[in-house]
């Protein structure tokens, strides 16, 4: 069984800075990529950046790029992402997801793609 934890989640007031980890417990696993995931209330879970493991390729949804970034430490197995100039509209559940698939090509705006997901920690921004 393999889990991945969240952390780093909190409250915020707008323009500030916020940096989130995620890690997996468990099963060990080949890493092929991770990501980050955000659900508002309301609305559908929506994709955020992605990194790839082997050379660190990364993919950003437009509405954070140039805000936040994301990066790997190999090492433990740990993606984080920068969050800077915090919006009201970042606001959301962010959620991180893994994916041990390499017989695919990398898709990593899509949420099917990956196999293991974390529970979520919550991001508040005040305006």
């Not at 140039?66 to 969050?83: E, P």
């Not at 606001?91 to 893994?98: E, I």
């Amino acid at each position: 069984q393999v889990q991945l934890v969240e952390s780093g989640g909190g409250l915020v007031e707008a323009g500030g800075s916020l940096s989130l980890s995620c890690a997996p417990s468990g099963r060990i696993f080949r890493t092929y990529s991770m990501g980050w995931f955000r659900q508002a209330p309301g609305k559908r879970r929506e994709f955020v950046a992605a990194i790839k493991w082997s050379d660190s390729s990364t993919f950003y949804a437009n509405s954070v790029k140039g805000r936040f970034t994301i990066s790997r430490d190999i090492t433990k197995n740990t993606v984080y992402l920068q969050m800077n100039n915090l919006k009201a509209e970042d606001s959301a559940n962010y959620f991180c997801a893994a994916d041990d698939d390499f017989t695919h090509p990398w898709y990593p705006d899509r949420e099917g793609r990956y196999d293991y997901w974390g529970q979520g920690t919550q991001v508040t921004v005040s305006s």
